[in-house]
């Protein structure tokens, strides 16, 4: 099983490209403001994941061990990332290529990997899990609703219902 600290620090490096990727759309001239303003908004949200993360990494006395995480499941994410980031180079991207990409990275593994370490803090360092559930609950509707918004793929509208349907199905499962 990975050691504490070398997980926290994988997690940070993966949310840390997505958090780029959502710069670089948020930067892309041939995107209308509002396109622009969304990404812009998802990278922020990124950047609060990654603080949340950056938080726990000072609190590992707390920490249950790392949860485990499979070769596999590890290069599903990192090829995800990384598709999403050759994307991300192209000065004149589809919308539709892009919200794909976004939908991708946003129901990777990447994202219960980060609710997973988050849960395995002792109730004295709790408040990690609190500030992490609106942040995402915010995130993943931003997404979701873009999508509605910005596209007319309807492959894409569901998608999004499932990202979204699926976010709500692990909510409620969760112990309040």
């Known amino acids: 099983m990975e050691a504490k600290h070398a997980f926290v620090d994988r997690l940070l490096a993966l949310e840390r490209r997505v958090y780029r990727i959502y710069e670089k759309w948020a930067a892309n001239e041939s995107f ?6 969304l990404w812009r908004d998802m990278a922020d949200d990124e950047k609060q994941h990654f603080a949340i993360l950056e938080q726990s990494a000072g609190l590992l006395n707390f920490a249950a061990s790392a949860p485990p995480i499979a070769a596999e499941q590890r290069e599903k994410i990192s090829a995800a990332i990384a598709t999403a980031e050759r994307a991300s180079d192209n000065p004149k991207p589809a919308i539709e ?18 609710d997973a370490w988050l ?16 942040a995402h609950d915010q995130h993943i509707r931003r997404l979701a609703d873009a999508v509605r918004r910005f596209t007319v793929s309807e492959a894409l509208h569901r998608d999004a219902a499932a990202l ?7 909510k409620r499962s969760q112990p309040a």
């Open 119 to 134: 849960k395995g803090f002792q109730s004295s360092a709790a408040s990690l899990t609190q500030d992490w559930t609106p």
């Open 32 to 37: 209308s403001d509002d396109m622009r303003s």
């Open 97 to 114: 290529e892009v919200f794909g990409h976004a939908l991708a990275l946003e129901s990777s593994e990447l994202n219960q990997l980060d």
């Open 164 to 170: 979204l349907s699926q976010y709500e199905r692990e």
